[in-house]
């Protein structure tokens, strides 16, 4: 089977940065995604990580370690609109993803 | 950038009707779609992988009659909630990925079903 552990919720201020963790346990794996996704929104892209290691994407990054099965989302100089849920993910080889439950992240002034 | 166009984005139907939900690829072919359900307040759960030209594949747990898959073109799969029920209320998103260096998975807007 396949599982990913994420926080239920965390709470930062704005400006400030915040690491949201993501493991996970899975019988195949081909990258771990993450996704934003507002209240009655869709969810969006936001970064894709194949590789260990680190991808920066403008005020959010993404690291993988495939030894420790352990991903994070750093999200720097938060803003009042990046309260959102995010949604970690990991892609089989038949490109189906898997969600983590979701971290509810609210910025607070 | 590849755009997935879904519809309608909310809909409210009586008990025992059917309702069917669009998803197009609007700039990109895309082979395989796949269908999420996601309850309030939870994860999106897959449903079922949509092949173009053949069978849809569900997940466990996931009635392959209630939930019709239509994968007719390169471009538009359809998902029918047949004779729906309150139960089946729920945010349904359909996702379609582009392959290549620039390989991502983008979603549709989702489709919000009340059953009364």
Redesign the interface.
């Known amino acids: 089977g396949q599982s990913l552990e994420q926080p239920s919720e965390v709470t930062a201020v704005e400006g400030a940065i915040v690491q949201i963790n993501c493991t996970y346990q899975t019988s195949g794996f081909y990258g771990l995604?993450w996704?934003q996704q507002h209240d009655?929104?869709?969810?969006?892209?936001l970064s894709?990580n194949a590789l260990d290691g680190l991808e920066e994407t403008g005020r959010f990054s993404s690291f993988l370690s495939r030894s420790d099965s352990y991903g994070y989302l750093l999200l720097q100089e938060l803003q009042m609109k990046d309260s959102a849920s995010y949604?970690c993910a990991v892609?089989d080889s038949?490109?189906?993803?898997?969600?983590?439950?979701?971290t509810r992240l609210l910025v607070r002034p | 950038g590849a755009v997935v166009s879904?519809h309608p984005s909310w809909v409210i139907c009586k008990s025992g009707t059917s309702v069917k939900i669009e998803c197009r690829s609007l700039d990109f072919q895309a082979t395989?779609m796949?269908w999420y359900r996601q309850f309030p307040k939870?994860?999106?759960?897959?449903m079922a992988?949509s092949n173009e030209g053949s069978k849809a594949t569900y997940e466990q747990g996931v009635e392959k009659d209630k939930f019709l898959i239509n994968h007719a073109s390169l471009t538009l799969s359809t998902l029918t909630v047949t004779s729906a029920h309150p139960e089946d209320s729920s945010f349904y998103?359909c996702?379609a990925?582009t392959t290549g260096v620039n390989?991502?998975?983008?979603?549709?807007?989702?489709t919000?079903l009340s059953v009364l």
């Open positions: 995604s996704y009655g929104g869709a969810p969006t892209f894709y949604f892609r038949s490109y189906k993803l898997i969600f983590g439950s979701g | 879904q395989t796949f939870q994860s999106l759960m897959l992988t998103i996702s990925f390989e991502k998975l983008f979603f549709g807007s989702g919000q």
